[in-house]
């Protein structure tokens, strides 16, 4: 039976240009409606995420920073080292330059640090392995420098064990390579049709459809699956 549904939300609820998809919303507010628990669970940071959970309607916890962050009715567990992807940034820029372009949400940010996808990825490798412990992530919207230990699925445990659910009752959706450890964690598999290929060979189903209406048909999926109520 699946009681929660952890989801991405850029490229996943989303359109290409991050803007909310209402069939997604709808398709959040019918799960939630059945008693299927939504969590978000994201690169962003923690109060976007809180915004957008209360606005849309998800219950469950808020997995931020690609699972360095987790939130549940006030309860908060940060994951890494703090400061460590700052550091890293900070060397970017010495480097690079006004090339190095940070998201206007790093100063809400507790561990993960966002830069614009404003160079090659792997010049932005490069420069980050001489700083001890961190790692890259490329979202397919920005550059995520992170401490090297943390990732969705260990976020989504913590989730888990704090919304009282088991891991084998989740269902996990999403679009980037980010995504990969958070369906790995989860008992079922979603990809939405957009989604990078290494994360398709890890969903069970790839929705037909692309972002947020692929989400919609997912959760239709899941629905029948789980045998909601009505």
Same mark, same amino acid.
């Given at each position: ?6 989801? !991405? $939300?850029d ?41 957008l ?18 939130? *549940?009715r ?13 550091? #890293? ?5 010495e ?15 507790? $561990? ?23 790692? $890259? ?5 920005? *550059? ?14 913590c989730? #888990? ?10 269902a996990? $959706?999403?679009?980037?390579?980010? !995504? ?9 598999? *979603? ?11 890890? #969903?069970?189903?790839?929705a !037909?459809?692309? *972002?947020? !209406? ?6 239709k ?10």
């Amino acid at each position: 039976m699946i009681r929660a549904v952890a989801t !991405d $939300v850029d490229g996943t609820i989303t359109d290409s240009n991050s803007i909310m998809n209402l069939a997604a919303v709808d398709a959040i507010r019918d799960l939630e409606s059945r008693g299927i628990m939504v969590m978000l669970c994201s690169g962003n940071a923690l109060c976007v995420l809180k915004a957008l959970a209360r606005y849309i309607g998800c219950t469950g916890p808020a997995i931020a920073e690609n699972g360095a962050v987790i939130e *549940y009715r006030g309860k908060l567990k940060i994951i890494g080292e703090r400061g460590l992807a700052q550091r #890293a940034v900070c060397c970017l820029k010495e480097e690079f330059g006004e090339s190095i372009k940070e998201t206007w949400s790093n100063k809400y940010r507790y $561990v993960d640090a966002a830069i614009m996808r404003t160079i090659d990825l792997k010049d932005v490798e490069g420069a980050v392995s001489r700083i001890q412990g961190v790692k $890259v992530i490329d979202s397919g919207f920005a *550059y995520h420098i992170i401490d090297r230990n943390v990732d969705k699925g260990k976020g989504l445990q913590c989730a #888990a064990k704090w919304a009282g659910i088991d891991p084998k009752e989740i269902a996990g $959706v999403g679009d980037s390579t980010t !995504d990969c450890e958070l369906l790995r964690t989860a008992a079922y598999r *979603y990809a939405v049709a957009n989604a990078a290929p290494e994360l398709k060979e890890v #969903a069970e189903m790839v929705a !037909d459809k692309q *972002y947020g !209406d692929g989400f919609a048909e997912i959760a239709k999926a899941i629905i029948a699956k789980s045998g909601a109520r009505m």
